[in-house]
DNA sequence: GACACTATCTTGACGGTGTCAAGATTTTCG
DNA sequence: CGAAAATCTTGACACCGTCAAGATAGTGTC
């Protein structure tokens, strides 16, 4: 061990404590970060961990494994969508129509913006949901204000009254599953040179509201 | 090279040539049952080709990579699908409602059966799709299915006649991220209790036939 | 039939990966 | 202050995708 270390850290930085202070957290920015820049194949444990500024095991004080880092940047992809989600439906308090309008819009928003992200959270990277309670509370959680937005616009007359549970569940399916087949290139290039993502999914609502 | 080699081999099993005689095809049959033994996270290339009985280089003489092993297997999957697809509206030649309600089904019950094919072909696993020609065709050869499906349907007044490519894009969405929602566990159990992914399904087609 | 050519397959190596065990360092707390 | 717990490092292991070199078998040509 070198010499080098001052002790007169007054902190503005993290500054490389020989503790770090906050890695958790680190590793998991880290792993968005990889994930943003290389994707899903490029995510390692030991590129997080290097990315953090951490020798390769150091995770391990923090998670069992990979698949609960990814659990771990699963949930907080849950967390912002969630809260995008919440920030544009309150904006309309009392328009459950523009709720559904705006809130479907910023769904493909968070997909496209955080495209990896969005696919770590979806599409069965994530092996045993079931053994992640924050991810199952966090992703149940938006499903249920999705519900609400529904149950909203039925009640406004705004969409059939059909079970509200149900009516959500195909719904949300039409906006996730529109984004995941433009997402993966299964929409042929002859709707999509006319229409983006966002465009297809605008129409999807426009069709299921009433008045 | 111990003696054993029957030369007096009429045939009845590939039976061990040493040149396998179809080894790229037992490839993508081997990484199949992984799949759906292991899922994709025991899928990989030395597990087929030890399963397929070769050594652990044998696949590069016909997959330059691990990709191109999935681009062919995801193509095996895009051609059983659309063949399903196309099996079960076969026997409606002259009934687009039918079709419609049937081929959804016929969609919903490949997906269940095959769940883990079903991810790596719309998971994202495959990570540039535009490089397999084979794997780029038979996925928009069944997406062009459902269009059909769909403006046979409108022409015969059973879907609202808007545009029947954006309105093709928004049924398959819907019926492909319903799905996909059900086996990622995000359904919540409220709704799952009492219907299953089958039933979402086909209360969603309901509520878009017109007559 | 002999020979060259090519496709196919094996062996062995490389760096990268997830994970674990042992130990060092720091913080926490009695 | 000192023991216990949390945190981090080092080093190892088996597995992985990939590549290079060579062995083996099939193909076509004279």
Redesign the interface.
Known sequence: MTVSRFSLNISPMPSKKYHHGDLKNALINAGVEILAKE???GLSLRKVAQRAGVSHSAPYAHFPDKQSLIAAISTEGFNQLYAELDAVTSLYPYDPKKQLIEGSQAYVRFAMNNADTF?IM????L?K??EYPAF?EI??KT??RV?GIVQACQDAGIL?A?PS???A??I??????????G??????R??LEH?SVQD?VA??IE?LILS
Request: hydrophobic letters at 45%; zero cysteines; a negative charge.
């Open positions: 994707g899903i194949g696919k979806f599409s069965g990277v092996e949901e079931k199952l992703s149940h499903f249920e519900v059939r059909s549970d149900m009516t569940v195909t949300w399916g039409q906006i996730h599953g529109v984004i995941a087949l997402m993966e290139g299964q929409i042929s002859t709707v229409r297809i129409f999807a069709q």
